[in-house]
């Protein structure tokens, strides 16, 4: 196993499930503009930008609507987002998350998230774990999607690391091709059938301290 000295967290499906808030913020606003939103579609959206989520949920619904508009329709989404953020806690994390986060920081490991969620800080801090990250990148300081790598080689500068010394943890196609783009090393959250490419597949980060991960 490859040694490393950086690792990268992407938010949504890695560390916690907020997928289901920003289902049930984007349903609530497919309703209003009177279509249905389901979680099928949902699917779309998945490490996808908020402007781009928009975008697509406005086709999905074939809304027409100007720039304006789309940016008044953006932060209402975000605002029901955030009212369900607002109840999150540490049980929210997803299996494993809080014990590997804590083995990569004995080791001496750097931490680094990647996400394009621009409440990341947020949900950082409902979670409590905010204090084992070294650096955050999110949406705010990036300009490129993934699978552009810019928001990981954003996460390897902050850490004062090469890009071949870090490992992306990630469970979307485009963030699997992201970290490939960046030349670092990626680790699925999920199965081969759904994400090709990875150099490491895990069910979650519990799994990953149980396989000693980067620990050992």
């Known amino acids: 196993m490859q040694k490393i000295k950086g690792a990268i967290f992407d938010l949504d499906g890695v ?24 979680e099928k579609d949902n699917e779309k959206l998945k490490g996808v930008s908020r402007e781009k989520s928009l975008e697509i949920l406005l086709e999905i619904g074939q809304v027409k609507a100007d720039e304006n508009q789309k940016k008044i329709w953006a932060e209402e989404k975000n605002k029901t987002y955030v009212e369900y953020l607002k109840k999150l806690d540490q049980s929210a994390l997803l299996e494993g998350t809080l014990d590997y986060l804590k083995a990569l920081h004995s080791k ?11 409440n990341a800080p947020l949900i950082l801090s409902q979670l409590k774990i905010e204090k084992y990250f070294d650096a955050i990148v999110d949406g705010n300081c990036i300009t490129k999607a993934k699978p552009n790598p810019e928001v990981f080689l954003q996460g390897a500068k902050a850490l004062n690391l090469s890009a071949a010394d870090c490992a992306v943890f990630e469970d979307s196609l485009a ?9 670092m090393l990626s680790v699925a959250v999920g199965t081969k059938a ?20 980067f620990i050992e």
């Open 175 to 183: 963030g699997i091709q992201a970290a490939h783009a960046g030349e």
């Open 194 to 213: 759904n994400l090709p490419g990875a150099n490491y597949y895990i069910k979650n980060l519990g799994e990953a301290k149980n396989l000693g991960l």
């Open 108 to 118: 001496g490991i750097k931490i680094s998230l990647g996400s394009a969620s621009k």
């Open 15 to 38: 560390l916690v499930d907020t997928a289901k808030y920003h289902y049930l913020a984007w349903k609530e606003l497919a309703e209003k503009l009177g279509f249905d939103f389901t």
